[in-house]
């Protein structure tokens, strides 16, 4: 039996699916309506507005329930970590993936791609030195 999303996973999910229904392009095709797949940087968009609209980390598990039946996990295990290698997103210990801005504090050592830390606001840098 399936557990019932958490209200923030269920607010995560709705915004995400929103955003969803904004960019597929479905096409007539003989009188047959088509979906055609997103592609990565619209993936890509949607992993970014759920970071955005969670204002913390999310672990990869809650990621998973997020973006259900919008990408598969491979597909979005490789764009999560093609946005880490861009730094735009930090991975945190306890596989967990945040914005720069949502890192919190006491985890801004633990941060696993370094130079992210350049996209962390002074302030929490500051007061991480402190």
Known sequence: MRRPLSQDLARL??????????????????????????????????????????????????????????????????????LKARNEVAELTGTRYSLPEYVPEEEVNKVKNPWILRKIPRRVLEEQSA
């Open 13 to 82: 999910r709705r915004a995400v699916l929103g955003r969803y229904d904004e960019i597929i392009r479905p096409t007539e095709v003989e009188g047959v309506t088509v979906t055609v797949a997103l592609e990565d940087k619209d993936v890509e968009e949607l992993v970014l507005l759920a970071l955005r609209e969670a204002r913390r980390p999310l672990a990869w598990k809650e990621m998973k329930v997020v973006m259900a039946g919008i990408a598969g996990e491979d597909r979005l295990r490789r764009i999560v970590y093609s």
